[in-house]
């Protein structure tokens, strides 16, 4: 997992971690480190540089490209998105999380209620 500031989770913080372990083995003799410690630090930390960086970028250009949602215009093209899919998805869209909810509820074949009870 990441966050919007460049942070990591454990979890891949320790993969990149183990993955840096067997970089060193490989490239400690081309490296200017006078031991394997050093050259893993140096690598963890531009590792660690290089993916906070990314992560930034990513979530800015997520910002940027959700700015024209923001004015009116945005909002007119998020209702013409809205109708568009009412129009393709007429019984409600497959992805969303109210749509096994909504074809329980309207008794639709392979929903929960068609399932007959073992008595």
């Given at each position: 997992m990441t966050g919007w500031f460049g942070e990591i989770s454990t979890d891949l913080d320790s993969a990149m971690c183990s993955a840096t372990r067997q970089?060193?083995?490989?490239?400690?003799?081309?490296?200017?480190?006078?031991s394997p410690d050093q050259a893993e630090a140096a690598l963890v930390h531009n590792s660690r540089r290089v993916l906070?960086?990314?992560?930034?970028?990513?979530?800015?250009?997520?910002?940027?490209?959700?700015?024209?949602?923001?004015?009116?215009?945005?909002?007119?093209?998020?209702?013409?998105?809205t109708h568009a899919?009412?129009?393709?998805?007429?019984?409600?869209?497959?992805?969303?999380?109210?749509?096994?909810h909504y074809r329980s509820r309207v008794n639709a074949p392979g929903s929960w209620r068609d399932i007959t009870p073992c008595h």
């Open positions: 970089a060193v083995k490989r490239i400690f003799a081309q490296t200017a480190a006078q906070a960086a990314s992560i930034l970028r990513a979530n800015a250009s997520f910002i940027v490209e959700r700015l024209p949602f923001a004015s009116a215009a945005g909002t007119q093209a998020a209702l013409r998105r899919r009412a129009r393709v998805f007429r019984e409600g869209d497959p992805a969303t999380v109210t749509y096994d």
